[in-house]
């Protein structure tokens, strides 16, 4: 090998940026791969179901909200659900308001359903999720699915082990969405997205918010093609020279296409990018809102990351500043920044 | 420390989803598997600075999307990239097949002279092979491609790989066949490069030789 032909000692700088890595400010840092491996002996898992990974609770990402208050709000959101149409139709302002202040955790996976409109396609087509999960399923589909099926989420309790009844449920809930739209079949966008709802609610259920979700909040985003997302990241860049003029130059200047910066946040709707308390409140406000809030959280992102020259001195090319989008300061991350901006 | 360097090579990662693309990357970087990861959806990244031939070499590699329909968007990437790593799986003859897609995407987007060395990964499930040695190399020969078997699990091969690419790179540059001046070359001179160009000895007249197309 030419590094010891030579006699020079090797030399490893390496630096790696992974999806998830935002915390990372060097090297040493990913060695988080450590703490994985001691997960069997010491299994903790955090609020949401992390037992690792950069996406887990902490205290500088998440608001904690007092426990009387969410009382309150619990209160106020059975009420809403238990007269959903009344208060969509009449008083949808209050619902959005209620939705950017954090649905209660323990009515989120009902509010979600309710809000995208899953519950109403459940409804209209009872039995057909049931009758999706017992066909076998295309195997060039299948034969991807399977593939992915340990690679969402790896750090959530419901997803790490294999075979387990997560990972399950995740291929029935992509499968049945293949032979409901065997056009569309299988993008594997799809699968954080499905996760994100399984962790919420059953089976049949995130079924339906995923259908909401692929043909309502981001239609054409996961079909063949993904000409969608294109589109989507001209409008993102398009808005950026309003919202951020500096970071549109700089973008512009190093002919950095938003789809080389955009695709993962938009196709999993930030579920891989922010820590998981702001993924939640993310959520939240996109089904009430829809892609919109996607949008503003891009926005918001690119504007704090790229937004000063100084911040941009640091960054003179494509590689550096992927390398900041990255890594974005977990400050912009945090729930309450960003549900503000 | 500021990093010090003679050259900087623009690599690509490519191959069907599930051939190992960012766990070789992983390795090559971390040096140790990646057990607990995501699929990738778009892009990931990575560099490291090797050793080749007495230079110097920082390597810019993205690491991209192996699913078909992200193919429109992972192109962009390609632009003037100087290497890639094409991956396939030797346990699955459907992530062979598709070789060819692969390898002709990469010579009409990234470069004509870009320098490719196929990697059948997962070289350590062999009891599964469904692609053997023989007809791979044959495939890269025909191709004029490099070969190596890898494992992403285990390590096997996997800075080779990497490490033969840049010396075939760096064999060109010597050689006159790849001019890193060229737009699209996919080559950078590092620091280092530049303070040997500019020294008076080597006061090459670099800009006389542009355009030899």
Not at chain 1, 44 to 57: E, S
Not at chain 1, 302 to 313: D, I, N, S, V, W
Request: charged residues 25%.
């Amino acid at each position: 090998m030419a590094k010891t032909e030579n006699g020079r000692p090797s030399v490893d700088m390496g630096s790696i940026r992974t999806l998830n890595s935002s915390h990372l400010e060097d090297e040493s840092s990913l060695g988080s791969d450590s703490e994985i491996n001691g997960f069997t002996s010491e299994r903790q898992t955090d609020r949401y179901g992390f037992i690792g990974g950069a996406q887990q609770y902490s205290e500088e990402s998440a608001q904690d909200v007092p426990p009387e208050v969410l009382r309150q709000r619990e209160v106020k959101w059975l009420d809403m659900l238990s007269h959903w149409d009344k208060w969509m139709i009449k008083r949808f302002n209050k619902v959005r308001l209620r939705c950017q202040k954090g649905i209660p955790p323990a009515l989120r996976g009902r509010a979600w359903l309710y809000l995208s409109g899953g519950k109403v396609k459940r409804e209209q087509n009872q039995g057909k999720f049931q009758e999706l999960d017992s066909q076998p399923g295309d195997p060039k589909w299948i034969d991807v699915i399977e593939k992915d099926l340990h690679r969402q989420f790896p750090f959530h309790e419901m997803f790490v082990s294999r075979g387990g009844h997560g990972q399950q449920d995740l291929f029935r809930v992509l499968k049945a969405y293949t032979l409901y739209r065997p056009e569309e079949g299988y993008c594997q966008a799809q699968a954080p997205i499905a996760a994100v709802l399984l962790m919420h609610m059953p089976a049949e259920d995130a079924f339906w918010g995923l259908v909401q979700i692929c043909e309502k909040y981001l239609p054409g985003y996961y079909s063949p093609g993904l000409e969608a997302i294109q589109l989507d990241g001209e409008i993102l860049f398009a808005l950026l020279r309003r919202s951020s003029p500096i970071a549109f130059r700089h973008l512009e200047k190093h002919k950095i296409d938003p789809i080389l910066y955009m695709t993962e946040w938009f196709m999993c709707a930030f579920s891989r990018t922010l820590p998981w308390a702001s993924v939640l409140r993310v959520w939240d406000m996109f089904l009430c809102d829809g892609v919109k809030i996607i949008f503003r959280v891009g926005l918001v992102l690119l504007k704090c990351t790229l937004g000063t020259r100084e911040k941009l001195k640091t960054c003179q090319g494509l590689y550096e500043t992927m390398e900041l989008l990255r890594a974005i300061d977990p400050r912009y991350m945090q729930e309450g920044f960003l549900v503000r901006e | 420390m500021s990093e010090s360097y003679d050259f900087l090579f623009k690599f690509l990662v490519i191959g069907n989803a599930g051939t190992g693309k960012s766990c070789l990357l992983h390795q090559f970087i971390e040096k140790r598997f990646k057990d607990e990861s995501n699929h990738t959806i778009g892009v990931e990244f990575g560099s490291k600075i090797i050793s080749v031939v007495n230079k110097m070499v920082k390597l810019q590699i993205w690491d991209t999307a192996g699913q078909e329909r992200f193919r429109s968007v992972t192109r962009s990437y390609y632009r003037g990239a100087a290497g890639a790593l094409l991956v396939y799986d030797i346990t699955s003859r459907e992530t062979y097949n598709t070789l060819t897609t692969w390898l002709s995407d990469a010579r009409m987007l990234a470069s004509q002279n870009i320098v490719i060395i196929l990697c059948g990964n997962k070289k350590d499930l062999d009891a599964d092979r469904e692609v053997t040695f023989l007809e791979a190399s044959r495939f890269a020969q025909e191709n004029e491609l490099m070969f190596l078997e890898t494992s992403a699990l285990t390590g096997e091969n996997v800075e080779e790989a990497f490490v033969q690419c840049a010396r075939k790179i760096l064999n060109k540059i010597e050689s006159g066949e790849l001019d890193p001046e060229r737009m699209g070359s996919g080559i950078q001179y590092g620091d280092a490069a530049l303070r040997q160009l500019r020294s008076p000895r080597r006061a090459q007249p670099q800009g006389a030789q542009e355009c030899g197309c």
